[in-house]
């Protein structure tokens, strides 16, 4: 059996460090005038992946929550 909390923590701390990569993610394409098109292209791919795993891990979340809670 799986320890909620435990997972919670993990997923917490995985959601952390992408909300700190989707920052700088967000100041780089600030400065994006600056690049080639193919680079801004690039990065804004990026960060629509970014914004999906953090998507991603705040649904995980909840699940885990609800687990936790029907427990």
Same mark, same amino acid.
């Given at each position: =059996? #799986? %320890?909620?909390?435990?997972? +919670? *923590?993990? #997923?917490? $701390?995985? /959601? @952390?460090?992408?909300?700190?990569?989707?920052? $700088? /993610?967000?100041? +780089?394409?600030?400065? &994006?005038?600056? =690049? +080639?098109?193919?680079?801004? $292209?690039?990065? $804004?791919?990026? #960060?629509? %992946?970014t914004?999906? =795993?953090?998507? !991603?891990?705040? *649904?995980? #979340?909840?699940? /885990?929550? &609800?687990? !936790? %809670? @029907? =427990?």
């Amino acid at each position: =059996m #799986i %320890d909620v909390n435990v997972e +919670t *923590d993990k #997923i917490n $701390q995985k /959601l @952390g460090k992408l909300e700190k990569k989707f920052a $700088q /993610l967000i100041k +780089t394409s600030e400065k &994006a005038s600056k =690049m +080639t098109s193919e680079k801004h $292209q690039k990065l $804004q791919n990026e #960060i629509s %992946d970014t914004e999906e =795993m953090i998507k !991603r891990l705040k *649904d995980s #979340i909840k699940e /885990l929550e &609800a687990m !936790r %809670d @029907g =427990m």
